[in-house]
Nanobody
Framework: VQLQASGGGLVQAGDSLRLSCEASGLTFRSYTMGWFRQAPGKEREFVAAIFRGGGSSIAYAESVKGRFAVSRDNGKNTVALLMNSLKPEDTAVYFC???????????????????WGQGTQVTVSS
């Protein structure tokens, strides 16, 4: 299984970025996909997740709710994270993750995910 995240970069506060994660080696539709981030000196934290199948259930961290949007394309084996109104505190390495047997109540837990991508850096300047 491989998860390849891309789309990170250096932007100014208020700008937008779209991250993408392409998965291979798995039955994509059967996996819940999550986005997590880790800032320097901080623990990894949950950002957003979209449930397996059609993605009828979506979860967001309170810090990004209303600014970020997660979506999936099962035909292309990709999950995207659209990030609007970026703030300096959004600066982090962003990781995508895939989980096969995740239940709704565990979508926010990183321990629930089986596979992780390599991460993409997002830097927001003030």
């Amino acid at each position: 299984v491989q998860l390849q995240a891309s789309g990170g970069g250096l932007v100014q506060a208020g700008d937008s970025l779209r991250l993408s994660c392409e998965a291979s080696g798995l039955t994509f539709r059967s996996y819940t996909m999550g986005w997590f981030r880790q800032a320097p000196g901080k623990e990894r934290e949950f950002v957003a997740a979209i449930f397996r199948g059609g993605g009828s259930s979506i979860a967001y961290a309170e810090s990004v709710k209303g600014r970020f949007a997660v979506s999936r394309d099962n035909g292309k084996n990709t999950v995207a994270l659209l990030m609007n109104s970026l703030k300096p505190e959004d600066t982090a390495v962003y990781f995508c993750a895939a989980g096969r047997s995740i239940i709704l109540s565990s979508m926010r837990r990183d321990q629930a995910y089986d596979w992780w991508g390599q991460g993409t850096q997002v830097t927001v300047s003030s």
